[in-house]
């Protein structure tokens, strides 16, 4: 792996770090200590609550990328970073449902500096409602996908979105489709409807964030609620950096669980922490580093295979001490009411999420490549 500037490292993650000290940063801390982290095994056995989300968006998390003019609180990237650390380290299924809806209240706030916003973006800009997400079924195209069909004003869509987290919470979606017309990918606002039908899936991992199936069935999208229109080609080139780097939530999961071996009765479990957590520290650093790097250069397939390398290295990092700590409490850590199971599952998550092909590959290859042990 090509070193990176020992300056830059340092201070994108020193920048996260430094977030702690913002007073917005301290109150979501404060509330997932308190009250996020309590709850993680109950809301992962019966779900985020509609209060929950109220909760959310008391604390200003439903538009904590808005603006000022918005009601919202202009965070930062090290702040917003540091506050997906925050959560995800709390509870996993709570930020799953928030983070699928709080990047893009960002984009909306982006969009809203040049254009003005519909009144359904409007409603989110203020953190009035959660939107869920559906956009990954693009990675699937030609072979499946949501369809756009351009009609007089706006856009029909059409197709079965795979996943759709915070089901019952969110009362309209952000949808990613293809007109394939153009060959152009249409993102747009699509309010729950009698259109939008939700199926349940059987998860085993992240099962408390009302994660379902949703048909859309002959959808119309007006035109005002359309965020972005644009080619495929340039939507993959973005979306390979998105899927391609080790993000905020895997970092917030691997601080607790080290911390939850720091706790633990067992010497050799401090152990596992003591060598992991330098490890770790130095993939976020690099991670965030080489993030930056790429959103400077505005290029999302920059130094992909070196990105691709610590997502890699992040999730094997995540699941052996995840594992680490359910080998450390033995049969008990398998109970549900123990969070090393819990921990165990949000791993094998993060595995799959944003899998593209190439992260795909980039895994197994990094599977098939680990040594057997003599």
Not at 112 to 123: I, Q
């Amino acid at each position: 792996m090509t070193v990176l500037d020992t300056t830059g490292v340092r201070s994108a993650a020193e920048a996260v770090d430094d977030a702690d000290r913002d007073p917005f940063v301290t109150r979501v801390a404060a509330y997932a200590r308190t009250v996020l982290a309590p709850s993680a095994l109950e809301t992962d056995r019966t779900g985020v609550t509609p209060e929950r989300i109220a909760e959310l968006a008391d604390l200003g998390l439903l538009n904590h990328l808005a603006p000022a003019e918005y009601g919202g609180a202009g965070a930062g990237r090290a702040a917003d970073r540091r506050i997906h650390e925050i959560l995800s380290g709390a509870c996993f299924n709570t930020w799953l449902v928030w983070a699928q809806h709080a990047p893009l209240a960002g984009r909306l706030a982006e969009t809203a500096a040049t254009t003005v916003p519909s009144a359904l973006s409007a409603e989110v800009l203020h953190g009035r409602r959660l939107l869920g997400a559906g956009v990954s079924d693009i990675r699937r195209y030609p072979h499946d996908y949501i369809s756009a069909q351009r009609h007089p004003g706006g856009w029909r869509l059409n197709g079965t979105v795979s996943w759709v987290s915070g089901w019952g919470l969110n009362t309209a979606l952000a949808i990613g489709a293809v007109d394939t017309a153009r060959e152009h990918v249409v993102t747009a606002l699509v309010e729950v409807s009698e259109k939008t039908i939700a199926h349940p899936l059987d998860l085993t991992a992240l099962e408390g964030s009302r994660t379902e199936r949703v048909v859309l069935q002959d959808v119309f999208v007006p035109d005002d609620q359309v965020i972005s229109d644009v080619p495929f080609d340039q939507w993959r080139r973005t979306d390979i950096g998105t899927a391609g780097d080790a993000r905020s939530h895997h970092f917030g999961l691997a601080d607790t669980v080290l911390r939850e071996l720091d706790d633990d009765p067992h010497p050799p479990a401090h152990a596992v922490a003591r060598t992991w957590r330098p490890r770790i520290a130095e993939i976020r650093a690099r991670a965030y580093a080489l993030t930056d790097e790429a959103t400077a250069a505005g290029d999302g397939t920059h130094r992909i295979d070196e990105r691709l390398a610590l997502k890699v290295a992040s999730g094997e990092a995540l699941n052996t001490i995840t594992r680490a700590l359910l080998v450390a409490r033995s049969g008990r850590g398998l109970g549900r009411d123990d969070t090393a199971q819990l921990y165990v599952r949000n791993a094998l998550f993060v595995l799959v999420q944003g899998q593209r092909p190439d992260v795909r590959e980039a895994q197994l290859r990094a599977l098939a490549d680990s040594p057997l042990p003599r």
